[in-house]
């Protein structure tokens, strides 16, 4: 009885010698470049008083945002508050496209939020483009705001 | 040895391995959380403990996995074998825990059921990344829920050694599947190449170190079965040579497979006896053991048995397989074929030689 359970144990490491090896590569052989992440700013928002103040309303979420451009040409985002209970992982992206439907190729992340994740900095967007919030544990787009106004 | 049933037979040895196990993972918890929050600044509390817990899981499930080998590789790891069940259990405690934050987090703000949205299984990921990370670990948790809930000796007793045995060969595929959870989940948005070979690391120890005590096993298994074979005299009513009386060490015994299983030789007191190489317990080697207070006593968890019947004495009812023994000389002869567990067999005697 021990012998078989010897062998047992035996044949059972040969073929997971060869499948989590394999497994285990071929998952971070096609991991993805993380997006890029936004700068955290230390303090307070600059020149955010010379901003637009809006309240945004999200297809699920009202969302409170405050939203500046700096003396930089940083666009400046601080999320005030939202309405709870919110879907999970709520994350911000930035877009050059109109995000109608699904999030964007392309799309940039900007941060997600949190407790202790309510300001963010977004460089490099002069044009505009679309404010994107969107729910990482549902894995849906939960609206859009156009930054056009404060461009 | 077990009498009747208690829920856990504490006694000093195990409160200090719970001890030292327990207060080993609240450590682990304290730093990994503390040295993540310093790490950086963006990283929020309850995120830190959910990493810690599941860093945490995952290297205990390692460490569980690695002490069966080491023991069949160097006797020195046979006392973390001793408790090595109750370490199992803490490895579940602390994997469960590792769910429930997730769940938490990550699944129960939604409109969908928490436990249903786990099992959906949503990645944003594609290709090999895009697997349903969350699933393998649900399916991990849930045969690491099997192993610490058979784990008691109630179970062992019931289901019987062999069959528990082959029960909690499971832990295998839990593995395996905490792996591939890892590397399709927490490994895709990590980039630091640190915590990649880490795991690495681990899934290389461990297949390294089972499949080397797996090949040393079948080594022995074969030079015992090649020497007994050879050694089958003519005219020795199909009893095997195993041995001499002086390659035995007092007290201690020698192995031999004979009719594909191993058997242990004992010398005790000027008297050779021949039992089941498997203890009835959890199929520890009574060879390795030794005969304390007149008693075969196993090496991993201290069953005892006589070493003239197999019997554990009273008031415990444990009993191994006994095997006719007889001297030639000083040479020692067994007959293969087993008696049946606890049948008494008169030892071989023979003269000590002075020192």
Known sequence: VIRSLRARHRAIFVLLAVLVPAGYAAALLDRRAPPPASVWPGEGLPGASEGARRTVMWSQVELLTEIARGDDGALRVRALSWSEPAPPGLALYWSAVDPAGDLPDGARFVGALGPAAREFTLRDVAGGGWLVLYSLGHGETLGALALAEEG | ?355
Not at chain 2, 220 to 229: E, I
């Open chain 2, 1 to 355: 040895v077990a009498h009747g049933y208690v829920t856990v037979g504490w006694n000093r040895q195990k409160r200090l391995y719970d001890l030292w196990a327990v207060g080993g993972v609240l450590a682990y918890l304290a730093t990994f959380t503390l040295v993540s929050l310093r790490a950086d600044a963006r990283a929020a509390a309850d995120t830190a403990v959910l990493r810690a817990l599941g860093t945490c899981a995952f290297a205990l499930l390692h460490v569980v996995l690695s002490i069966g080998p080491l023991a069949r590789l160097d006797a020195r790891f046979l006392p973390l074998l001793y408790n090595r069940r109750h370490l199992g259990v803490l490895t579940f405690l602390v994997a469960l825990a590792h769910g429930t934050f997730v769940v938490l987090q990550y699944h129960a703000l939604g409109v969908v059921n928490p436990l249903l949205h786990v099992l959906a299984g949503e990645s944003p990921m594609g290709g090999v990344a895009g697997l349903p990370f969350q699933v393998l670990g649900v399916g991990a948790l849930a045969i690491l829920f099997l192993m610490a809930a058979t784990s008691h000796d109630f179970w062992l007793a019931n289901l019987g050694p062999a069959t528990w045995k082959r029960l909690h060969m499971a832990v295998y595929l839990a593995w395996a599947l905490a792996v591939l959870h890892v590397a399709a989940g927490y490994l895709q948005s990590e980039t630091d190449a640190l915590p990649a070979a880490l795991a690495g690391l681990g899934v290389a120890w461990i297949l390294v170190l089972h499949l080397a005590a797996g090949w040393r096993e079948r080594a022995l298994d074969r030079d015992l079965a090649a020497r007994g074979n050879l050694k089958v005299g003519a005219g020795s009513g199909g009893f095997v040579d195993v041995c001499s009386v002086d390659e035995i060490e007092e007290g201690r015994a020698r192995v031999a497979t004979l009719a594909g299983e191993r058997v242990a030789i004992f010398r005790h007191g000027g008297a050779i006896s021949a039992v089941s190489n498997v203890c009835r317990h959890q199929n520890g080697p009574l060879g390795e053991g030794r005969v304390i207070d007149g008693c075969i006593t196993c090496p991993w968890h201290g069953y005892q048995y006589r070493p003239e019947d197999g019997r554990s004495p009273p008031p415990f009812t444990e009993k191994v397989e006994t095997y006719r023994v007889k001297l030639a000389g000083r040479r020692v002869l067994v007959d293969p074929h087993a008696l049946a567990p606890g049948t008494r067999v008169e030892p071989a005697r023979f003269e000590e030689r002075s020192p």
